[in-house]
DNA sequence: ATGGCCTCGGTTCGAGGA
């Protein structure tokens, strides 16, 4: 089973890319963000021709979330009912008996923003919320754009980005408290190579140089991750006319 | 280099992203 997370900026723009990707890979469950549509605009017909369902929320212009499965889903739940939220940034479903929650953290903007004490704000009633649904749902899976590169080794040049927001010390010791309630990062379950990333700016040739940042991430439970063999970035899409910023992260497991 | 790019809404620029 392969669970994928992929922030597709705008799927109104990127659908092909991602039914082209969904065509190219065996992907049983794929979670999206920032796909800025409303509901009534969301392509069901295109991905359900593709051979899967899927569940959705989202709002005009800004973030939006879903998820897109072979399998059926049940028990959708959408944002975090420990936190009032006009921005639609959580989705949460069972597939196959495993309860999937795929988020878009907040961004941050600056350190010095409101919107980076929103940010940590989401960040703690998320960890909250998530420890109730351990609790309850042993197989949990938590894919998604999270913002925050855990580590130095997942950011390109870490003394440019020292203090920087997706860097901060807070936003760590957000992740970190993530990893605390018994999540593990499936990435890093497996040796891979040095300055692996998931985004990269569209400016500066970013892409080309490798200039990135690892910020898009699956965090498993014990049980789950005991299950996966397999975690990779696909750098594939980003390659490709006109693709997002950032590119897919898949999860195997047996 | 106080930047460079992309998307959206709605107009020909500003906001937001990361």
């Not at 593709?50 to 739940?77: E, M, W």
């Not at 009032?84 to 940034?89: F, V």
């Not at 961004?107 to 010095?112: A, K, M, R, Y």
């Amino acid at each position: 089973m392969k669970l994928a997370t992929w922030n597709v900026n705008s799927l109104k723009v990127r659908l092909p890319q991602v039914l082209q990707w969904l065509a190219d890979n065996p992907i049983d469950v794929l979670c999206l963000q920032e796909t800025k549509l409303t509901d009534d605009k969301f392509p069901v017909a295109d991905i359900e021709a593709a051979g899967y369902q899927v569940a959705f929320t989202g709002q005009k212009t800004y973030n939006g979330v879903a998820i897109l499965s072979r399998s059926p889903i049940t028990d959708v739940v959408k944002n975090n009912p420990l936190f009032e939220d006009e921005q639609q940034r959580i989705i949460s479903a069972t597939i196959d008996g495993i309860r999937v929650v795929c988020a878009y953290i907040p961004n941050g903007q600056t350190v010095d923003s409101d919107k980076y004490q929103y940010k940590l704000r989401w960040l703690d009633s998320l960890r909250n919320w998530l420890e109730q649904e351990y609790k309850a749902h042993p197989k949990l899976a938590l894919l998604g754009d999270y913002n925050i590169a855990p580590e130095d080794a997942d950011v390109h040049d870490p003394a440019l980005w020292e203090g920087q927001v997706l860097c901060t010390d807070a936003e760590r010791a957000a992740f970190d408290r993530l990893i605390n309630l018994g999540l593990k990062d499936a990435f890093r379950l497996f040796p891979q190579q040095p300055k692996c990333f998931s985004w990269w700016d569209y400016r500066q040739l970013a892409f080309r140089l490798n200039k990135g940042l690892r910020i898009d991430h699956i965090l498993l439970s014990t049980e789950l991750a005991q299950r996966c063999s397999a975690c990779i970035i696909d750098r594939a899409p980003r390659k490709w006319e006109q693709p997002s910023d950032h590119t897919p992260v898949v999860a195997t497991l047996d």
